[in-house]
RNA sequence: GCCUGGGUGGCGGAAUAGGUAGACGCAUUGGACUUAAAAUCCAAUGGGCUUUAUGCCCGUGCCGGUUCGAGUCCGGCCCCGGGCACCA
């Protein structure tokens, strides 16, 4: 064994011989519990960065932990690989994206392995392969039979220079991103899924997902945001249309007095041909982007449409506005505004002097005053006709009763969720499989004619873009009924489409049968811990889910939900703000292993804060741990002759002197605490603790064959606990030490409960609340006994001398609160 | 704007069910070893007070509350991060 910590050589040693031995790759077995882990798949731009390096080492620890733990374990891994940068570089560097992302991917991969990542790399998955959007496109030919999939119009952010269809990240200040042009809403018709008809589901099952953080469940329940409201109809004066309201306020009913339209309402479009006013306020309107976040900050405007409404029971007249902060996408495209009882309602009525008529009063009977603020609370009803005196829950059942009687209205559950639109105007992504036939309409492609391949062999225009509408031989088609000319679909589909159903087909990559082996997936899935960034939290987490329930409905599983536990990891943060190319603050990766290592950037990685919260890059941090991996490979190196031939099987605890009783107990301690950070996913007090053991090992001076012996199970277990999280460094030790199997295929660590029970426990004395002395007794001694100690302590009797004890309050094994 | 999470020494963080605030690491300072440096090892390290002690007081973003006892629970505020449906 060499004295120094040899690194490169060490992890290249234990990486080849893990690969050559295929020692991660896993089968389907009979006996025991599986567990499958998995990491979120990687987008391929181009290097692993620091963000990919914590959430795989996250994974990895855990998969190694499990696997000591006896389970048969799943880990596999690949590659999100369609997606907008692709086509961003293909315009920078006039490369093919698929060029571009391939080559990506093996260089990524290579990193990943010198990462020492445990995968079966037998399942990697990539999901540009036309043998894996196949089923994509196979599963959008099942949801297309069920009725969920249909086409409607929707707006885009329109670049009018560049003539493009631009992302929202794409879009700066209102402007073009390179073009600079002031973007425009520009309607066309897309594809949508309808995630709307599952939205009940996927809000009643969250209770059932115990295994995930409280927080993204909470998320994804305001986000599904499903409501109890009335819609009304109003009707128009000028042409006896009727226009329908939702609220989830009926009881403020008698108080609207003024009704508010999105600028895409149809109504709106009737009175803008004629009024220069509202045409020229819609037009303004749709120079902004299309992400919610830029809608709801801009400052609230509205203009008069000139007509007015009818009240639906008071029958009074109301004008009608057209308004840019009511959105069409969000129950009827159309609200009545109460500004009384609604703070924005009150803001617009107090900048366009609309009049604000109270008909909610406080219950308590406190006085009302709107000079400040609307009042939007629930109270009584007031001014309000024959519903005078109602609070809020009867003035919901009888305005409700009463709207629905006068065929004006009746209940309505509404959702904020709106119908996933995966329609992009893109090249780099999976074809939509869809065939427009002038005779015969438009039709899915044929199962038997999947894939739909997207043409890779193409040249890049003059700009470096490829549109799929310039590329003849894609589009034209025969028409699957008629035989007749045809095109296809040029659209293709949202990159979260692939991300929804990967986890699925890790279990049966290969399987050219179907869209996965259901026997396979019956073994291996739900996914028991699924790891990745909490910016996730919504939209990724709740597509896979929606995924999982339609696949069911079509009768490929009995899985509910695809993910039994969630991990949310934090992001990598230097200098304040996230590690990212675009703040100019990466550190790469490959850097960090050539200098130190594998091992220690992840053990500084787990060490350097708790997996759920924000990680600080700090070099330092990493020689520290660095430094600590160098303190157990010397340890290991000093004592190796003094304990290799030790033997021992049994100990007297009683005949231990003190250090060695100490040590022994420091030892089992260990074990049990690092068991349970493991099972809390608590890396960073994990290793702490290891540390502590290190530190009390050090000073350990083995004077007799059970010293020996306590040292030696020391050094055993910080390999064995350290090996989850180091595993080139604890291998070599452990093989260093004697041992021919390998760590990958141990078993975990088990601690002595009666060693560690076996030492005096410290109660704390307190007078007032305040720590005034400590005593120490055996775990085992009754409150009486503790009472009287506390009482019979010097410290203690000089504070409470001469004074009235009032009480005494005994914590067992914790501490003594003496109040006078 | 809406939804959501966080704020503890010089720094990253610990305190698992309301019970010793600051474990472990980093940095700093002093010492040992060395011709010297690096590495390593040892020690000190939240702030203040003076009577220098087995001492006292303050201290977990701010204000208030509950409790024998609050970093932890409750109410109100301030600041920072994540998401907002075409970044992934």
Request: charged share 25%; hydrophobic share 40%; net charge negative.
């Amino acid at each position: 064994m060499t004295k120094v910590y040899d690194v490169q050589s060490i992890e290249e040693k234990w990486q080849k011989k893990w690969e050559q031995e295929h020692i991660y790759n896993v089968e389907e077995i009979s006996s025991g519990e599986k567990y499958y882990v998995l990491e979120m798949f990687p987008y391929p731009s181009g290097r692993i960065h620091m963000g990919h390096v914590r959430n795989y080492t996250i994974g990895d620890v855990i998969a190694r932990y499990k696997r000591t733990r006896g389970y048969n374990v799943l880990h596999p891994i690949g590659w999100d690989a369609f997606g907008l940068p692709a086509e961003n570089a293909a315009i920078q560097n006039r490369v093919h994206p698929a060029k571009w992302t391939y080559e990506n991917i093996s260089q990524m991969r290579e990193q990943l392995k010198r990462l020492g990542f445990g995968y079966d790399w037998t399942r990697e998955i990539t999901t540009c392969d036309p043998e894996y959007y196949r089923w994509e496109q196979w599963f959008f030919n099942r949801l297309y039979e069920k009725g969920l999939v249909y086409k409607k119009t929707s707006f885009v952010n329109w670049d009018p220079v560049d003539q493009t269809v631009l992302a929202n990240e794409q879009v700066i200040d209102g402007k073009g991103w390179r073009s600079g042009a002031l973007v425009e809403r520009r309607e066309i018709p897309q594809w949508f899924l309808k995630i709307s008809d599952y939205a009940d589901e996927l809000l009643d099952d969250l209770v059932k997902l115990e295994g995930w953080p409280e927080a993204v469940k909470t998320m994804q329940y305001n986000w599904i945001g499903r409501s109890f409201g009335v819609e009304a109809d109003f009707e128009l004066k000028n042409s006896g249309e009727v226009l329908r309201v939702y609220t989830t306020r009926p009881d403020t009913i008698m108080g609207a007095t003024y009704l508010a339209v999105a600028p895409e309402h149809p109504i709106v479009k009737q009175v803008s041909d004629n009024d220069d006013r509202v045409k020229s306020f819609v037009k303004e309107c749709m120079k902004t982007s299309v992400s919610e976040a830029d809608l709801e900050t801009i400052e609230k405007r509205g203009v008069p449409l000139g007509i007015n409404a009818v009240h639906p029971i008071s029958r009074d007249d109301i004008p009608v506005w057209v308004a840019n902060f009511v959105l069409m996408s969000y129950g009827t495209g159309a609200v009545m505004s109460v500004p009384a009882h609604d703070q924005r309602d009150w803001e617009f009525a107090k900048k366009y002097d609309i009049q604000i008529k109270p008909v909610v009063y406080p219950a308590d009977n406190s006085e009302l005053d709107l000079g400040k603020e609307a009042f939007v609370e629930k109270g009584i009803l007031k001014n309000s006709g024959q519903f005078d005196g109602l609070n809020f829950d009867q003035a919901f059942e009888k305005i409700s009763e009463y709207l629905e009687s006068e065929s004006r209205g009746c209940k309505k559950i509404n959702y904020r969720l709106r119908d996933w639109g995966i329609s992009r105007q893109r090249y780099w992504g999976a074809p939509i499989p869809i065939i427009y036939c002038d005779s015969c309409g438009e039709m899915p492609v044929p199962d038997e004619e999947l894939p739909v391949e997207l043409p890779v062999d193409i040249e890049l225009d003059q700009k470096g873009i490829i549109s799929l509408s310039n590329v003849k031989e894609f589009i034209e088609t025969k028409c699957p009924k008629c035989g007749g000319l045809a095109k296809r679909e040029t659209d293709t589909m949202d990159t979260f489409v692939e991300s929804s159903w990967y986890f699925l087909r890790y279990a049966s990559p290969e399987f050219n049968e179907g869209i996965f082996d259901r026997k396979s997936v019956s073994y291996w899935l739900p996914v028991d811990q699924y790891i990745g960034g909490i910016e996730h939290a919504i939209l990724h987490l709740l597509y896979s889910r929606f995924f999982t329930k339609a696949l069911r409905d079509i009768g490929m599983t009995d899985l509910d939900e695809p993910f039994t536990n969630l991990l949310t990891q934090g992001m990598v943060i230097k200098d304040g703000v996230k590690m990212s190319k675009s703040a100019g603050n990466i550190v790469d990766p490959d850097e960090m292993i050539e200098k130190y290592g594998a091992d220690t950037v992840r053990i500084f990685m787990l060490f350097a804060s708790p997996v759920q919260r924000d990680l600080d890059w700090s070099e330092k941090g990493v020689e520290g741990a660095y430094r600590f991996l160098n303190r157990v490979w010397r340890i290991v190196v000093e004592n190796l002759s003094k304990i290799q031939g030790i033997n021992k099987t049994e100990l007297d605890v009683s005949a231990l002197s003190e250090e060695e009783k100490s040590l022994l107990i420091k030892v089992n301690r260990t074990i049990k605490k690092v068991t349970d950070d493991f099972e809390r996913f608590q890396f960073n007090t994990a290793i702490a603790s290891i540390m502590e053991l290190l530190n009390e090992t050090s000073k350990f001076n083995a004077a007799s064959e059970s010293g020996l012996y306590i040292l030696k199970k020391s050094i055993f277990s910080m390999v064995g606990l350290l090996f989850p999280m180091a595993p080139h460094i604890t291998e070599e030790l452990w093989q260093n030490l004697g041992n021919r199997n390998s760590l990958v295929d141990s078993r975990w660590l088990v601690f002595d409960q009666d060693i560690i029970e076996s030492s005096e426990i410290n109660i704390v004395i307190q007078v007032n609340g305040k720590v005034r002395s400590q005593i120490s007794v055996s775990p085992d001694a009754d409150q009486d006994f503790i009472k009287n100690l506390a009482f019979e302590d010097q410290k203690v009797k000089g504070y409470i001398a001469g004074k009235e004890i009032k009480r005494v309050i005994v914590v067992p094994k914790k501490l003594v609160n003496i109040v006078v």
